[in-house]
């Protein structure tokens, strides 16, 4: 069993940064991917990123390549998200998931957070 908490969102202009931030309960958070999502009103719930469970393999949605980056550290049971060059369109509830393998559908994910809003004005 893993408790996610995700922290680090707000509003910000675009062009701006944020870094997100999950901690994770448990002694087992270096056994699972985690990966992170976001879901926009009125849309189906998209992957963003995913992070190996050492951290040597990452894999992006097209639309946040180059300007996300995802990391964790195993220590401190948390994995991150840093978001650079923010856009409108990257307005949403971002949230943060476990699960066992390097997976983009939601349904692979065995565990979640409850969400953190970003907003990203013109």
């Known amino acids: 069993q893993v408790q996610l908490v995700e922290s680090g969102g707000g509003l910000v202009q675009a062009g701006g940064s944020l870094r997100l931030s999950c901690a994770a309960s448990?002694?087992?958070?270096?056994?699972?991917?985690m990966g992170w999502f976001r879901q926009a009103p009125g849309k189906e719930r998209e992957f963003v990123a995913a992070?190996?469970?050492?951290?040597?393999?990452?894999n992006y949605a097209d639309s946040v390549k180059g300007r996300f980056t995802i990391s964790r550290d195993n220590a401190k049971n948390t994995v991150y998200l840093q978001m650079n060059s923010l856009k409108p369109e990257d307005t949403a509830v971002y949230y943060c998931?476990?699960?066992?393998?390097?997976?983009?559908?939601?349904?692979?994910?065995?565990?979640w957070g409850q969400g953190t809003q970003v907003t990203v004005s013109l």
């Open positions: 998931a476990a699960g066992p393998g390097m997976r983009v559908r939601r349904d692979d994910y065995d565990y």
């Open positions: 448990g002694r087992t958070f270096s056994s699972y991917v």
């Open positions: 992070i190996s469970r050492t951290g040597i393999i990452t």
